[in-house]
């Protein structure tokens, strides 16, 4: 039998037993201790840094010691992640397996935090049609001279009476309660009717609210609609980060656990399935209270993902969307009972799977285009939904069509250095003074804007939003050049080397942060940014060669992290084609409101069938100017196709871009 070791966790104070060889990260996990943990357990973000404290900690009854986890590996990835700043007993969690009793620190800035999830649902303009309504029928109690029709055939024959609905059919579990609900009613009966073909629930009495669930699962961040089916309004609003997220930052390092792990899909999935039951929870805990399961009170659930977590969520082997040709195992929409997934709604209840387009186009796009509706515009027009994963759509009423490129890394933080989520305590906005070089910023949790002079703010990182302004910001104050590297003679104290010689930026001073550090950018995390915006740029500049467009009418940014850019920074950057200011707009999170459609009208759900199979996907990679569209597409904002120096800036581009990818 295996040991199993004392293990807490401070500041939290979270402490438990564990099992011997568990790493310190698969420790945090299980003890529920929010720790950073980026890459997915791959020792490449350097994010999970905790300290292991030294001695006998009589209170605990605990003696800690170095000793009591495994040793770094000569030249393992993990030292080069640990620095001397770092102080002593410094460890990355993901590394470490646990050998004796431990007391762990988890400095600030290795802390999660919760995410602030930014994505509110607008008001939408749609037909009300939904696939789940309720009826009310009040039938004549039998008597002994009516004794030849059963309580099933009643319902049935009064259904295609009052509402002309024919042949409906019950599900089991609800007929098996269809007896003691008619009489505990008196005879008077509510019944919820899925698609005008099957009821999926029975209540006494007369019931006027029918609540339906949008829920948009994305990589790092999960939102659920509640919403009235009667009305159309949204009631509540519930977000929570994705559970899976400690497996894995993106979603090839969630495959990757899948692969590597003999549980490691089920432990997915079951993760997603408890975040998506506790957002129910919440959800519908302002509008109904009673009963031992309130969820029960919704009828319907529309979903959207993209197709990794699509696969996770079914349980479904996303191996093969990870290897070529990236087939899914399914394309088309779904309708799974509620009990079958373990979601705690209605148990009879469908839950409605949006399509998805192919390998890495998922149902959230899909999701985009229905709420959006190119394909009845006259407009050129680019979606660019931007999450952990780029998706773009292009095109009008003639043609769509789509592709999706790599950016959450650096969006997200996981390839910055002082990056983090939006989080309180994040940099969220910046402004960089072209003569002085001196930067303002805002923090999350913080209302105004901040400068040195003014004193400690407590910042902690920075988050996606500022690392797109604060690289425009350099740019446009000479802090960079046009391809991405630092200017060292700007004349200003803030862009200096670091210890290891290479340029950075002071964006914050240590005695304005909360971790004692100062907060920088480095030539590393440019290089990320570039490598990020190029792929949406490529993308886009592909999409346009293949349908022989030669501009664009208008630029949509939708997601909750799209719906947070800055427009200008984004244009100065060149993260698409350029388009007039005022031609770029914001169009919230269109994958949810895409979800929230196919829940309010049934058609919108044909039309997704129809739209996912009608949009032409464009696989970018295996492009033959994929390459150069992509070196040139890193210039900042872009270069141009008659850029007199192309070959030579190519060249010279090679080695840090290698170097980026590398890290």
């Known amino acids: 039998m295996s040991r199993k070791f004392k293990v807490i966790f401070q500041p939290?104070?979270?402490?438990?037993?564990?099992?011997?060889?568990t790493t310190i990260l698969k420790a945090a996990q299980l003890l529920g201790v929010d720790l950073e943990a980026l890459c997915g357990d791959k020792k490449v973000c350097g994010k999970c840094k905790v300290r292991i404290e030294e001695g006998y900690f009589e209170k605990d009854n605990l003696e800690s010691s170095m000793s009591h986890i495994t040793p770094p590996e000569a030249g393992a990835d993990e030292l080069k992640h640990i620095k001397p700043?770092?102080?002593?007993?410094?460890?990355?969690?993901?590394?470490?397996?646990?050998?004796?009793?431990?007391?762990?620190?988890?400095?600030?800035?290795?802390?999660?935090?919760?995410?602030?999830?930014?994505?509110?649902?607008?008001?939408?303009?749609?037909?009300?049609?939904?696939?789940?309504?309720?009826y009310t029928l009040t039938l004549t109690p039998p008597t002994l001279h009516d004794m030849t029709t059963g309580d099933y055939e009643r319902v049935v024959m009064e259904m295609e009476k009052d509402y002309g609905l024919k042949g409906l059919t019950f599900d089991y579990p609800v007929l098996l309660q269809l007896q003691d609900v008619l009489r505990e009613g008196e005879w008077t009966i509510t019944l919820t009717v899925w698609q005008d073909r099957e009821i999926v629930k029975v209540e006494p009495g007369h019931v006027d609210v029918c609540y339906g669930l949008a829920v948009d699962v994305g990589t790092t961040t999960c939102v659920g609609y509640l919403c009235d089916l009667s009305t159309g309004k949204v009631i509540n609003t519930e977000s929570m980060m994705n559970p899976q997220v400690p497996y894995g930052e993106d979603v090839m390092s969630r495959i990757t656990y899948a692969m590597s792990n003999p549980e490691g899909l089920k432990t997915m999935q079951d993760a997603i399935i408890t975040g998506l039951n506790e957002i129910i929870d919440k959800v519908v805990n302002e509008v109904k209270k009673d009963g031992p399961n309130p969820g029960f009170a919704i009828d319907d659930l529309t979903i959207v993902f993209n197709t990794a977590m699509h696969h996770i969520f079914l349980g479904l082997n996303p191996v093969y969307i990870g290897r070529s040709p990236f087939i899914p195992a399914?394309?088309?929409?779904?309708?799974?009972?509620?009990?079958?997934?373990?979601?705690?709604?209605?148990?009879?209840?469908?839950?409605?799977?949006l399509p998805i387009e192919a390998g890495f186009v998922?149902?959230?796009?899909?999701?985009?285009?229905?709420?959006?509706?190119?394909?009845?515009?006259?407009?050129?027009?680019?979606?660019?939904?931007?999450?952990?994963?780029?998706?773009?759509?292009?095109?009008?009423?003639?043609?769509?069509c789509s592709t999706s490129c790599a950016t959450g890394p650096a969006f997200e933080g996981a390839q910055i250095k002082f990056g983090m989520r939006a989080a309180p305590g994040a940099i969220e906005?910046?402004?960089?003074?072209?003569?002085?070089?001196?930067?303002q910023y805002k923090v999350i949790g913080?209302?105004?804007?901040?400068?040195?002079?003014?004193?400690?703010?407590?910042a902690k990182g920075i988050c996606g939003s500022a690392i797109i302004d604060v690289v425009a910001e350099m740019f446009k104050a000479g802090v960079i050049?046009?391809?991405?590297?630092?200017?060292?003679?700007?004349?200003?104290?803030r862009v200096r080397k670091d210890n290891a010689g290479k340029p950075e930026y002071v964006l914050a001073w240590?005695?304005?942060?909360?971790?004692?550090?100062?907060?920088?950018?480095?030539?590393?995390?440019?290089?990320?940014?570039?490598?990020?915006?190029?792929?949406?740029?490529?993308?886009?500049?592909?999409?346009?060669?293949?349908?022989?467009?030669?501009?664009?009418?208008?630029?949509?940014?939708?997601?909750?992290?799209?719906?947070?850019?800055?427009?200008?920074?984004?244009?100065?950057?060149?993260?698409?084609?350029?388009?007039?200011?005022?031609?770029?707009?914001?169009?919230?999170?269109a994958a949810g409101d895409g979800a929230r459609m196919a829940l309010l009208n049934k058609s919108k759900r044909i039309e997704a069938d129809e739209r996912a199979r009608w949009v032409n996907f464009v696989e970018i990679a295996t492009e033959p100017a994929f390459e150069k569209e992509f070196m040139m597409a890193m210039h900042i904002p872009h270069m141009k196709d008659k850029f007199t120096n192309l070959k030579a800036w190519l060249e010279e581009q090679k080695a840090p871009i290698a170097a980026s990818i590398k890290g």
């Not at 290795?110 to 607008?122: D, L």
């Not at 906005?429 to 930067?439: F, G, M, R, Y």
């Not at 105004?448 to 003014?454: F, G, K, L, N």
Request: aromatic share 4%; with cysteine.
């Open 12 to 21: 939290a104070g979270r402490r438990g037993e564990i099992e011997e060889g």
């Open 85 to 134: 700043e770092d102080g002593p007993g410094i460890r990355l969690a993901c590394s470490c397996e646990i050998h004796g009793d431990l007391k762990v620190f988890v400095p600030e800035r290795s802390r999660a935090g919760k995410q602030v999830v930014r994505k509110a649902a607008k008001e939408l303009s749609i037909a009300l049609d939904p696939a789940v309504k309720k």
């Open 330 to 353: 399914v394309q088309r929409s779904l309708d799974i009972k509620a009990r079958d997934l373990g979601l705690r709604i209605n148990p009879g209840s469908f839950i409605h799977v």
């Open 362 to 400: 998922g149902a959230d796009n899909v999701g985009v285009l229905i709420a959006q509706e190119q394909y009845f515009q006259d407009e050129m027009v680019l979606i660019i939904d931007i999450g952990t994963n780029g998706e773009l759509l292009l095109g009008n009423r003639d043609r769509v």
């Open 429 to 439: 906005k910046v402004k960089i003074d072209p003569a002085t070089k001196e930067p």
């Open 446 to 458: 913080k209302a105004d804007w901040h400068t040195h002079i003014e004193g400690k703010i407590n």
């Open 481 to 493: 050049d046009k391809t991405g590297k630092f200017v060292m003679d700007c004349g200003s104290n």
């Open 510 to 589: 240590a005695d304005e942060t909360s971790i004692n550090q100062d907060i920088t950018v480095t030539q590393g995390d440019v290089r990320a940014l570039q490598l990020a915006k190029g792929a949406l740029y490529t993308g886009t500049k592909l999409m346009m060669q293949k349908m022989g467009v030669t501009r664009l009418d208008r630029v949509e940014l939708a997601g909750a992290f799209g719906s947070h850019i800055d427009r200008e920074a984004s244009l100065t950057l060149g993260m698409f084609p350029d388009v007039p200011i005022d031609k770029v707009v914001v169009v919230g999170n």
